[in-house]
């Protein structure tokens, strides 16, 4: 009992999807184009039962163009009754912003499950999404490689950590730019930071300027796990991650995380054996931690071989897939065929 899948890719930049054997992917890039195509695959055949795996941002449009399905929408942050969200608005294909508890509940009434990708974001939508019938956890997949890529560290003596954010004000970079700042850590210590420059990209500049803290701002990259192999390291400060697929990717390439107590975190990182994890609240508690791996980098290589270890048993594509599978069946249990549409 194998479904038919087919992906609907709203996709906006990026590279294109390429050809995958395990479903039909129709690229759109307008509203218009994704009314066609949603449309289309989600017509009924010989009575065949349709399950749409959607996100928050489309769920209501998808409701409302496949009434007949079983739209079933993803989450991808922590959620809290004051964040903003952007939306589809299912009547003219406009983008929104609306909080939580103001979506068009009366549409999403129709859900049958909502699904967090981390303990956190699952906890986080049964807290301010009162409405949701059904709440569900499903961990991210992430590939990677077969071997572990070759270290390519430069030959230096300082502690070199990586950090993957874009530059915004939720990722809280500033805070990583001023640890390392810290005199007791700016002269053994280096920070990377590789995202996509966002709002708050001057200001970081500035303030790394101000401190004369030792940071590099290294724009995206799309060969992360390769890259990552070159540290010691890979900080993250962020309070709401939904996930955090960059501690994934380091663990790819055997590199430890260090991480807040915060979001979705800590269930990604053991402290002591896959990572190390602080509190966020305390600055000093950042930094000496940081100081903690510039002192000790044998546990930082026996974390890091740990790190790839849990990622190469839990966080895989097929673990991932194989929930969603259980999840799709799950909502027609004597059908014997069902397309999925994500």
């Not at 380091?250 to 991480?259: E, F, I, K, M």
């Not at 979001?263 to 508690?285: I, N, Q």
């Not at 799950?330 to 059908?335: D, F, K, L, V």
Request: aromatic share 6%; with cysteine.
């Amino acid at each position: 009992m194998v479904p038919d899948v087919d992906v609907v890719w709203w996709r906006l930049g990026g590279p294109p999807a390429g050809y995958c054997t395990a479903a039909r992917v129709h690229e759109v890039a307008n509203w218009h184009d994704y009314q066609k195509a949603f449309t289309r695959v989600c017509q009924v055949s010989d009575g065949q039962p349709v399950v749409v795996i959607s996100s928050h941002r489309t769920a209501a449009a998808d409701v409302v163009l496949a009434p007949h399905a079983r739209v079933l929408p993803v989450v991808r942050h922590v959620v809290n009754a004051d964040q903003v969200l952007r939306v589809i608005d299912p009547a003219d294909g406009a983008l929104v912003e609306s909080t939580i508890g103001d979506l068009p509940w009366e549409v999403l009434s129709a859900v049958p499950v909502w699904v967090g990708i981390s303990h956190a974001s699952s906890a986080a939508l049964r807290a301010h999404a009162p409405k949701a019938r059904y709440v569900t956890m499903i961990h991210n997949g992430v590939s990677i490689p077969a071997v572990v890529p070759l270290r390519s560290r430069p030959a230096t003596g300082r502690l070199l950590v990586a950090a993957v954010a874009r530059t915004v004000p939720w990722k809280r970079t500033d805070h990583l730019v001023r640890a390392v700042a810290d005199p007791r850590l700016s002269t053994a210590v280096r920070l990377d930071v590789f995202g996509e420059a966002g709002s708050q990209q001057a200001a970081l500049d500035e303030l790394a300027r101000q401190l004369d803290a030792p940071v590099r701002f290294l724009g995206y990259a799309d060969d992360l796990p390769r890259r990552l192999a070159g540290y010691d390291l890979l900080a993250t400060a962020s309070v709401q991650e939904g996930f955090g697929r960059a501690v994934i990717d380091a663990a790819g390439a055997a590199v430890p995380s260090l991480v807040p107590n915060a979001g979705a975190s800590p269930e990604l990182v053991f402290d002591g054996l896959t990572g190390m994890v602080y509190d966020p609240d305390d600055p000093g508690d950042l930094v000496a931690a940081l100081a903690d791996a510039l002192l000790d980098r044998p546990a930082l290589a026996r974390m890091g071989s740990a790190a790839r270890v849990l990622a190469d048993a839990w966080y895989t594509p097929g673990r991932c897939a194989a929930q969603y599978l259980t999840l799709v069946m799950g909502q027609r249990p004597a059908s014997r065929t069902l397309e999925t549409v994500q």
